[in-house]
């Protein structure tokens, strides 16, 4: 017997981690989605930065029936052709000469995190096992992974959690100073913090932080789970600066809605897993790699990362004028090629989830970063005109929050 389930459902069959909104999505094409009552919605939050070429992309869709055809999984016993073709992808355009594959953000820097932790013990001895991150950041949902990140209400409860870390400030070297050492292993970083609020690494910074690292023998790891993919106008935002990891992490758009994960890194450092040091059931499976392929293929050509720019232009504009019109809504637009924060002014403090709510009975989808921040992160290749589209509902949504 058919049946169609609700939102209530969810209350009912599923743990209560999260809560949705109402509306069930049914379909997706490019930036639209339809609910299961049809109902239309222009897609600003691109699966928080997951669906980098939108729904349904044809690259994507033809990648994924032609494997599913040949092989789904394997296992780690043996090697399979999708996985090492993605692997030279990804080696032949970026720093990487090494590459590790898993299915998720969370569980490619819990990968890097070991791995540093492992070089350094290895070369230099258990003593140097320190790891500096920053206040605000984020870095995934295992133990470690929370306890690395800097929002302290993520680990909360879930102690004892793991040793040996510390958070300085973001965008502060002194504070940076005031903690590394000869037993810093690694310090880890978002280019763009993202579920921190938006908020894009300073130039210097990053300088400084590789500068220190080198300094002290510790590595650099650029956690790319959210900024990478071509979300900052490069295939990765350390392109962007100029400054090379030792390691990075990459999830979220790698798949375009597949779940993937990837450790990147140099021969020297890889050399620490060796068979038997680490592992991942999924990791490199031939389905998921042959759909990221296809993504990685599609975002790094020169139309798709060459968009970037111009939508970003659009998003800047159109939201400094929305502020304007409605009563200077935003303090501050900020950040990188298409991951987009606009930053809520005091007279409009606490409203993000306000603003969700009235968009969706809009016919638009958007995300927040915290309490404050409206967050951007739309497929790279969102029209012009579904931009200007969603942009004129998000309009009609802050009117009815006033009326
Ligand atoms: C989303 C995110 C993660 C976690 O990725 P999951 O796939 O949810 O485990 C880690 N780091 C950053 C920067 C992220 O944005």
Redesign the pocket.
Known sequence: MSWTPTREDFDLYMVPNYSPQRVIPVRGEGSRLWDQEGHEYIDFAGG??VNGLGHAHPALLAALKAQADKVWHLSNVYTNEPALKLARMLVENTFAEKVFFCS??????EAALKMVRRYAFEKFGEHKNKIISFRQ?????TLF?VSVGGQPKYSEGFGPIPGGIHHATFNDLDSVDALIGDDTCAVIV?PVQ??GGVMPANQAFLEGLRERCDRHDALLVF?????GMGRSGSLYAYMDYGVTPDVL?S??ALGGGF?I?AVLTTNDIAAVFQPGTHGSTYGGNPLACAVALAAVETISSPEVLEGVASRHALFRQRLEELSEKHGGLFSEVRGMGLLIGAELSEDFRDRGRDILAASIKEGLMLLVAGPNVLRFAPSLIISEEEVNEGMARLDRALATLKA
């Open positions: 928080i930065a998720s953000g969370g569980e490619a820097n950041s984020f870095h995934g949902r992974t978002e993202g579920e956690d790319e789970v959210q900024s992490t999830a979220k779940p994960g």
